[in-house]
Structure formats: structure tokens, C-alpha cells
């Protein structure tokens, strides 16, 4: 089963911007679909934006036309570019695979939005 890596979060000021990198132990050519999920302090984890193998993709209302997810199957890589970021937007990141099969959750990592 594939392990997937997060990275790419930090503490960044209202409006910035931040990408996020997700890296797959093997090959993630066959997995069809693919997201970003978050989790803010006393929430309960939410499905953020989703990539399908053949690259469609779609948001949570909340960052409909502020982030951007992608995929590179050659480097096994899943990303999520989050622009004109916003306080409400601090969590902790993770990626997974979209579907009943999921693999087994990350650390993540952890965005900041904060002045």
C-alpha cells in the first residue's frame, strides 16, 4: 500500500501563499483519484480539493478559486498551491487517496495563517 508524505506548510500572514507537496511511496499512476484533506483544531478532518488521474479536479466551496491541486505521476507527487490564504484556512494538511481503499494517514503538515 502506498505511504504518502506532506510537506510545504509553515506559518505564513493573511493573504500569502503557501504549496504543498505530497509525496507517494510508489507509483501513483493507477491511483484515480486523489486529495488534500484538513483539520483545524476541534474540527473534524475535511476533504478540501480532489485530482483525478486524468487531472480533473475539484474544491470545497471555501477555497474554490484560492487553491489549486496537481498531480506529476512521474514523480509520484501530488501538490496544492493555496493562494490569498485566510486565518480560517489554519490546519493541519494531509493527502490521501480519494475512494474506500484509503492508505494510511500521514503526519501531515501544518499551515498557519496568522498576522
Known amino acids: 500500500q502506498v505511504q504518502l508524505v506532506e510537506s510545504g506548510g509553515g506559518l505564513v500572514q493573511p493573504g500569502g501563499s503557501l504549496r504543498l507537496s505530497c509525496a507517494a511511496s510508489?507509483?501513483?499512476?493507477?491511483?484515480?483519484?486523489i486529495g488534500w484533506y484538513r483539520q483545524a483544531p476541534g474540527k473534524q478532518r475535511e476533504l478540501v480539493a480532489t485530482v483525478t488521474s486524468e487531472g480533473s479536479t475539484n474544491y470545497t466551496d471555501s477555497v474554490n478559486g484560492r487553491f489549486t491541486i496537481s498531480r506529476d505521476n512521474a514523480k509520484n507527487t501530488v501538490f496544492l498551491q493555496m493562494n490569498s490564504l485566510k486565518p480560517e484556512d489554519t490546519a493541519v494538511y494531509y493527502c490521501n487517496v480519494f475512494g474506500p481503499d484509503p492508505a494510511p494517514w500521514g503526519q501531515g503538515t501544518q499551515v498557519t495563517v496568522s498576522s
Open positions: 510508489g507509483s501513483i499512476f493507477s491511483i484515480n483519484a
